[in-house]
């Protein structure tokens, strides 16, 4: 199971600060600033860690998903099966 969803405050949390900082121009400015001087390679960096961090926050549902669909099929499989 993922370790975020046990925490309650955590996504409430993550949508005010990005409410928050998204209705702050300089900050934006500045975190603007900041990826412009990180470079091509630390973008590439920062950009593939999130898409990690996205793969590992999504894994839990795609399994529960993946064996629910095998759970149907093995179903759907015995049941004609079992009738001639």
């Known amino acids: 199971m993922n370790p975020l969803r046990k925490l309650p405050w955590f996504f409430p949390g993550l949508g005010a600060f990005l409410y928050l900082t998204g209705m702050n121009d300089e900050f934006l400015h500045i975190v603007g600033d900041l990826w412009l001087d990180v470079g091509r390679w630390g973008q ?34 015995t049941t004609r099966s079992s009738n001639p």
Not at 49 to 77: E, G, K, P, Q, V
Request: net charge positive.
């Open 44 to 77: 590439t960096g920062v950009v593939l860690a999130l898409l990690a961090l996205m793969a590992y926050f999504t894994l839990d549902a795609l399994n529960r998903r993946r064996s629910a669909y095998r759970s149907a099929i093995r179903a759907a499989h």
